[in-house]
């Protein structure tokens, strides 16, 4: 049975800083592409964040770059997300999400990924 579960969402001032945490099982981690999703009110599904299946390569949304860096841990099945300068424009539910291959140019896509977590809220107040 497949599990993706995510934490460490919260609200934190504009500037403070938050570590998203995914934690997966029940397929072979090691061979799927992992992202981050956001999804504001309002707003539809935004890729954040993306890590090739050996953790060479990334990829982020032009707004997080230089702010936002994801990892992954194969060895423990797990990928995180760690945020600083955190701004009001990030405020969202955060999503952990596997994509079945390793090649490819469709991780923008979210019908590309097989599971998706349940998400976790990231809030910073106005």
């Known amino acids: 049975q497949v599990h993706v579960v995510e934490s460490g969402g919260g609200s934190v001032q504009a500037g403070e800083s938050l570590r998203l945490s995914c934690a997966a099982s029940?397929?072979?981690?090691?061979?799927?592409?992992m992202a981050w999703f956001r999804q504001a009110p309002g707003k539809e599904r935004e890729l954040v964040a993306v890590i090739s299946c050996a953790g060479g390569r990334s990829n982020y949304v032009d707004s997080v770059k230089g702010r936002f860096t994801i990892s992954r841990d194969n060895a423990k099945n797990t990928v995180s997300l760690q945020m600083n300068d955190l701004k009001q424009d990030d405020t969202a539910i955060y999503y952990c999400?596997?994509?079945?291959?390793?090649?490819?140019?469709?991780?923008?896509?979210?019908?590309?990924?097989?599971?998706w977590g349940q998400g976790t809220q990231v809030t910073v107040p106005s």
């Open positions: 999400a596997a994509r079945p291959t390793c090649t490819g140019y469709d991780y923008y896509d979210t019908s590309a990924y097989a599971y």
């Open positions: 029940g397929f072979t981690f090691r061979i799927y592409t």
